[in-house]
């Protein structure tokens, strides 16, 4: 079964920066075929879409996030990153990977916290 572990969360004041990653395991093949994405889950509101990568290696971001987070991967060590600078407030909480149309079982997902 495949599994995603997130990694690279943490607690940081605004302005700063954090890398998150998203290793893959449990028999994927192709793993280059897929469109990787990052969601974010703030507290109280739904899972939503941050960032994807297409297997073109072509990246679509969410507006808040637009020039201040980089989405990127690793085909041969099937990892899957987010560069994320310029932290406000309001990026605030737990960061998961999946395929875009979460086709994986769910990780654990990693909590990002912005506050001063």
């Known amino acids: 079964q495949v599994q995603l572990v997130e990694s690279g969360g943490g607690l940081v004041q605004p302005g700063g920066s954090l890398r998150l990653s998203c290793a893959v395991s449990?028999?994927?093949?192709?793993?280059?075929?897929?469109?990787m994405s990052w969601f974010r889950q703030a507290p109280g509101k739904a899972r939503t879409l941050v960032a994807s990568?297409?297997?073109?290696?072509?990246?679509i971001y969410e507006d808040s996030v637009k020039g201040r987070f980089t989405i990127s991967r690793n085909n041969a060590e099937m990892t899957v990153y987010l560069q994320m600078n310029s932290l406000r407030p309001d990026d605030t909480g737990v960061y998961y990977c999946n395929t875009q149309g979460s086709k994986w079982p769910w990780g654990q997902g990693t909590q990002v916290t912005v506050s001063s």
């Open positions: 449990g028999g994927v093949t192709s793993f280059g075929s897929y469109v």
């Open positions: 990568l297409t297997n073109y290696d072509y990246p």
